[in-house]
């Protein structure tokens, strides 16, 4: 067996999940290419930093040509990036849709497409790892978001419709469904009440999505599986 470093890029890596997940990785002796619009340089030589939108169709070969480059292979994409506007569906703006798919499905589609087929093309297999939202599943009146379930309920379908089609290549497919989770995204004013949202009456920690993404890291016979980290908002409450 090589003893050989394996590789992960983690989009959205700058701060919040992205930047746990990366630093997860790390903590395993992984060597991580992590990428965001805004991300500071890095003096590990475990870590390669790079910048980019993934709206960007040429974002995603980047992230890859670079994995390759800089550590000789690729193992692992975790697709954390995405962006969220909640609202009212008649007050969504035609830009707000435009970003929402910019941003949570085209940037899925230009990023995972070239993680795939240097996966393809080196013959060991990977693993793919989405971030969606229990909204996506379980809508709820306090949080009208129809563009998220629109744009994350269609990574859980790609999620499924992908491990199958890669499943005898070796290349596994999930995702990780959380419910809020305590990031910059959400002002320290609003913790209480969006506690409360959840049946465990507390916000998810960045940990709690770490664990989920290296739990289905460390399981070879998992794929197509939508884990919900959410504080039991799926099962109701």
Do not use: C
């Not at 930093?49 to 070969?61: E, Q, S």
């Not at 550590?71 to 975790?78: A, K, Q, S």
């Not at 971030?131 to 563009?147: G, H, I, K, N």
Request: charged share 20%.
């Amino acid at each position: 067996m090589s003893a050989e470093p394996k590789v992960a890029i983690v989009t959205g890596a700058s701060q919040g999940l992205g930047r746990g997940i990366a630093e997860g990785y790390l903590a395993r002796g992984w060597r991580v290419v992590a990428l965001s619009r805004r991300i500071e340089p890095s003096d590990d030589p475990a870590l390669l930093t790079l910048r980019g939108d993934i709206a960007d169709p040429d974002t995603g070969a980047r992230a890859a040509a670079a994995a390759l480059e800089r550590f000789g292979r690729l193992d692992t994409l975790v697709n954390n990036a995405g962006i969220f506007i909640g609202g009212a569906f008649t007050h969504y703006t035609p830009e707000q849709y435009r970003q929402m798919l910019a941003t949570n499905l085209d940037g899925f589609f230009h990023v995972t497409q070239a993680a795939i087929r240097a996966m393809e093309e080196a013959g060991r297999g990977g693993h793919v790892v989405q971030m969606t939202t229990t909204l996506a599943e379980r809508a709820d009146a306090r949080f009208p978001s129809v563009l998220a379930a629109l744009t994350k309920g269609g990574l859980n379908a790609a999620t499924r419709s992908l491990a199958i089609e890669y499943a005898a290549r070796g290349i596994r497919v999930n995702a990780v469904s959380p419910g809020v989770v305590k990031t910059p995204m959400h002002a320290p004013d609003t913790h209480e009440a969006l506690a409360r949202t959840h049946p465990l009456q507390r916000l998810g920690e960045v940990a709690d999505v770490v664990r989920a993404v290296l739990y289905l890291e460390d399981s070879p016979f998992v794929t197509g599986e939508i884990l919900h980290v959410d504080g039991g908002w799926t099962a109701g409450g």
